[in-house]
């Protein structure tokens, strides 16, 4: 990819993401709001973030972090752009 290209974003549907059954999404709600309380950021529909939280998610869940995208995007929580984030991993 072109050094200029916008880096692709990982981008979470907070909306989307309260709609989930607790069993699935508990751990990736509980990391969000991690994030938002660090942050302060509270009022957002979405939440933008690091590469590198999708590796420590993937520990979490137990899988690759290239087979949690693919489980985020059928869960509707990440775009497929997302797809692109992880083809550095
Ligand atoms: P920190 O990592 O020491 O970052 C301090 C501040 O640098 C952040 O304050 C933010 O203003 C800025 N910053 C650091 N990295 C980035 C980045 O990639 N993009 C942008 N836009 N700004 C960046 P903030 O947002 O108040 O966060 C405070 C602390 O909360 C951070 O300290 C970090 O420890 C934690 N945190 C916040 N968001 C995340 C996240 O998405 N992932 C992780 N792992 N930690 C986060
Ligand atoms: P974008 O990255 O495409 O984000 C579009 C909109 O999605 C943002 O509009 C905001 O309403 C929402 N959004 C994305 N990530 C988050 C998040 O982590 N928390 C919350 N609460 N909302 C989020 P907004 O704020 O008007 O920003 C417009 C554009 O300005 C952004 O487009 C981006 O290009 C730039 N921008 C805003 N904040 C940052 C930042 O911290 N770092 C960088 N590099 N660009 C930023
Ligand atoms: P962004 O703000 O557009 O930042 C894009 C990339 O630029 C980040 O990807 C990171 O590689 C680099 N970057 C930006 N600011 C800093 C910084 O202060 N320190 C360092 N070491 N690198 C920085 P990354 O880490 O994958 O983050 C993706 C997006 O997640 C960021 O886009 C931002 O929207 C959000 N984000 C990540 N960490 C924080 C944070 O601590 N606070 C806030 N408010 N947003 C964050």
Known sequence: PSPLAPAPKLVIDLERL???PKDKAGPLARYAATI???RGDYNGKVLSIR???LRSLAVIYDKSPVELTEEFIHWGVLDAEARRAVESF
């Open 36 to 38: 938002q309380s660090q």
């Open 51 to 53: 590469q590198e939280d």
């Open 18 to 20: 309260s709609q989930l």
